[in-house]
């Protein structure tokens, strides 16, 4: 039995599993995402260089990967600090903080808020999406890359102390590319070793999440203990998502807040809105995995912050509380999506 064992490993040290409260599992504080700009549609080349103004809101927040500025969420602590001192107020206790390597993790900043604002903050071991391996990280034998999460968890991550509590986002793209199955399956050894619990990133295809799982499986991954992000975007039929979910992963619902038209990163895609979110959650529910679900609103980019008009990190709490009351889901239920379920994930086996 490790130190680990039992307990939650937070920015700040290891905490009892109840001390974590109310948790989004799946936002960012700081984190970059220049890795994905789109570019803008012809003739809106001005919006997307003009600075962040009122007029510009709503365009922005329909085209949020086309703003160069925008992308840079590690511009914005100060804010994010205001907001987590809210999110507090609002009864929020944690937040998986999941931004990896590739997209500008920064601890020291993590560690900074966490103490600013009482919020425990859980960072992310591992990579993002292939896209932002660097060359060395391309090269590296599933073991070297297995070491280096381990490491990740057990000593401190990017030349610091501080200890990150849960494997990802591990990021994926579609098709999954060999980059990605080695850290998908190096994942899959640190968790063995670690009993850590891990979230995934899956690509934008509808196939994706089963193909994350099942490589995850084969190396001896404890799916159990893994979540699969963003089914918002990537699953729509409900037959197909129970499929996928008799898979046995936690089925997160984490883009809480975004609706938008055209989902510029796959236009096939129809973004839910909130509502549709609830209805999912109402469904799934029903179906018997309330015991599985979590939720979150996945902040990367400065739109979504209440200081651009934005829902902030106090959403959920506040508003899609509410609604799903309002909608048949019950306090108890509510409260296994948002403390126990979350609870029994984080905790380290
Ligand atoms: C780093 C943030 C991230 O990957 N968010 C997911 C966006 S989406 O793929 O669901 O559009």
Redesign the pocket.
Known sequence: MSERSGKVQTVLGLIEPDQLGRTMT?E?LT?A?EC?HVPPAPGDEDLATAPIKMKNIHWLQQNP?SHKENLLLNQETEAVKEELLCYRKAGGGTIVE??TTG?HRNLPVLRQLAKDTGVHVLAGAGY??DATHSDETKKMTVEKLTDIIVSEVLHGADGTDIRCGVIG?I?TSWPITESEKKVLRATAHAQTHLGCPVII?PG?NKAAPAEAIRILQEAGGDISKTVM??L???IFDHGELLEFAKMGSYLEY??FG?EMLN?T??LDVDMPSDSQRVQILAFLIKEGYEDRLLIAH?I?TKNRLTKYGGHGYSHILKNIVPKMLSRGITQNQVDKILIDNPKHWLTFK
Request: glycine share 4%; with cysteine.
């Open positions: 799946h960012h984190m995402f994905c990967y999941n931004t997209i993002y999406v986002e990021g990133h934008r992000s963003h918002d975007r990537s984490d883009l975004t989902y990163f796959n996945d990367h």
